[in-house]
């Protein structure tokens, strides 16, 4: 499967504890994204990597939100000191290179659920 | 105001129906226009890009209306399999690099 690929699947924790996912995209895309979709709603932009550099950050990322792509091609998306509010599905997206800004392709996303 | 704001519906329509679904848009500079389909609990899937004259792609054709500051699909034929919600997408940000989705609009294709 060449897709974009997110893991795990699915995480529940307590509140206050930390959680990191992780995001494969498709191997010759060199733009990533993250976002957050709750129930009812559209995805949310979080934030956007053009290989290794972080070029865009929501303002839906507090300091609690981090995210990283040290080497271009994986990326990771951490939360600390969860909160119940942060309970959604985290999505990853991938999209090649190129002039504008091309279509994404979306992986299975992480569903996290604070208790 | 929202970047993207769509009617949530649901649109319910019986099979073989045409239906139509608008999305209007708030930053007039906003360059890459898309729609995509999002089946219950799953990820959201590129339908479709939406270019400036127009584009179609089997029944479906998507329409870009800059003066107004909105973007169409036409879904012709209706089939069952079309049940799910439909996402339309604009891009925006200082270099256009944030994508803004709106919430969706939900369709029932009845037999």
């Known amino acids: 499967d060449t897709g974009v690929s997110q893991d795990p699947r699915h995480k529940i924790t307590k509140r206050g504890q930390n959680v990191t996912f992780r995001c494969d995209p498709i191997?010759?895309?060199?733009?990533l994204y993250w976002y957050r979709q709750t129930l009812g709603q559209g995805p949310e932009f979080l934030t956007y990597f053009q290989n290794e550099a972080q070029l865009e950050k929501s303002r839906l990322l507090s300091d609690r939100f981090s995210a990283e792509r040290p080497k271009g091609s994986f990326s990771t998306l951490e939360i600390q000191r969860t909160e119940q509010g942060d309970s959604a599905m985290y999505l990853c997206?991938?999209?090649?290179?190129?002039?504008?800004?091309?279509?994404?392709?979306f992986g299975d996303g992480t569903r996290l659920s604070i208790l | 105001r929202k970047e993207v704001e769509q009617d949530p519906g649901p649109f319910n329509v019986p099979e073989g129906a045409t239906v139509a679904f608008n999305c209007t848009y708030s930053?007039?500079?906003?360059?890459?226009f898309f729609w995509y389909r999002q089946d219950c609990r799953k990820e959201p899937k590129l339908l479709m890009s939406?270019?400036?004259s127009g584009n179609e792609d089997g029944r479906f054709t998507a329409q870009l209306n800059r003066a107004s500051q909105y973007i169409s699909l036409l879904i012709r034929d209706s089939k069952l399999s079309d049940s799910a919600t439909y996402l339309c997408?604009?891009?925006?940000?200082?270099?256009?690099?944030?994508?803004?989705f709106g919430s969706g609009t939900k369709l029932n294709v009845k037999p």
């Open positions: 930053n007039s500079a906003s360059q890459s």
């Open positions: 939406v270019y400036s």
């Open positions: 191997s010759e895309h060199n733009r």
């Open positions: 997206a991938s999209s090649a290179s190129g002039q504008g800004a091309g279509p994404q392709h």
């Open positions: 997408v604009v891009n925006a940000g200082a270099n256009f690099n944030k994508f803004y």
